[in-house]
């Protein structure tokens, strides 16, 4: 399980390269803009400067409407500025045709400028409250789309979280059916550390968080503290390990 933390600032992203070796996607996100707020193209392109070579730098490209050639030029301005995995949050698609119609144009308008980029459509767990795509049609629209990733995240930062709104049995359901068209999945959404059982038990791949490695767990008020980023990773390499001694001791 590879493991997303998403600062909000070139300040906090150093923070993050402090903790380099305990991630693995650096997200440059603008969380006051929504779950999955973009931020300008010179916060990723420095951002991009301040961490690892080594370590991809994931840049949110907006709750974004169904406006396919605004998202499609949003996209590619994220990937010009370095970004390397590109996230679309299909906020204002009610339908999943809507929702492939966006990501076909995100995914042309990145792979041809290029073609190792990494394309994310992202849903919402809590897609009932505000009326966009059900979190498991999701894979569906990844793969008829040609993106490389599902994921989930909630769209209203409230104090629910993920397993709120999609039990744990359901995201299970959304890890299957990502893997049967050879997607990653991703899962976020006030994520906590007592998540990471169940996370790894649903082979979930990719695990987005940013709250649960701020001070105090606050997304918005707290700031990144790499001491959380090492504690957090080292979590989730504990129930790594211990699911994979069952699985051992199973067969």
């Given at each position: ?242 699911y994979a001694a069952t699985v051992?001791?199973?067969?």
């Amino acid at each position: 399980m590879l493991l997303l933390i998403s600062p909000d600032s070139v300040d906090e992203a150093l923070d993050c390269a402090k903790a380099a070796e305990h991630l693995d996607i650096v997200d440059v996100k603008k969380p006051d803009e929504g779950s999955l707020g973009a931020n300008f193209p010179w916060v990723i392109r420095e951002i991009r400067d301040a961490v690892p070579a080594d370590k991809p730098v994931s840049a949110t490209v907006g709750d974004v409407p169904y406006k396919p050639g605004t998202v499609a030029q949003a996209a590619l301005g994220a990937a010009v500025s370095g970004a390397t995995y590109i996230k679309v949050g299909l906020y204002g698609c009610t339908t999943p045709d809507q929702a492939i119609d966006v990501m076909r144009g995100v995914v042309r308008a990145v792979k041809d400028y290029r073609p190792d980029a990494f394309v994310v459509a992202s849903g919402y767990a809590d897609a009932h409250r505000i009326g966009c795509v059900n979190p498991l049609a999701l894979p569906d629209i990844a793969r008829r789309s040609g993106s490389d990733a599902a994921m989930l995240d909630t769209a209203i930062k409230d104090g629910t979280r993920l397993f709120d709104h999609v039990p744990p049995d359901v995201c299970a359901e959304f890890v299957r059916l990502a893997h049967e068209a050879d997607l990653l999945a991703a899962l976020a959404g006030s994520v906590k550390a007592g998540d990471l059982g169940e996370l790894t038990r649903i082979g979930t791949d990719i695990v987005g968080v940013r709250g649960a490695v701020c001070e105090g767990g606050d997304r918005n008020a707290g700031r990144i503290q790499p001491e959380l980023v090492a504690a957090f990773r080292a979590e989730m390499d504990r129930h790594a390990q211990e699911y994979a001694a069952t699985v051992a001791t199973a067969s």
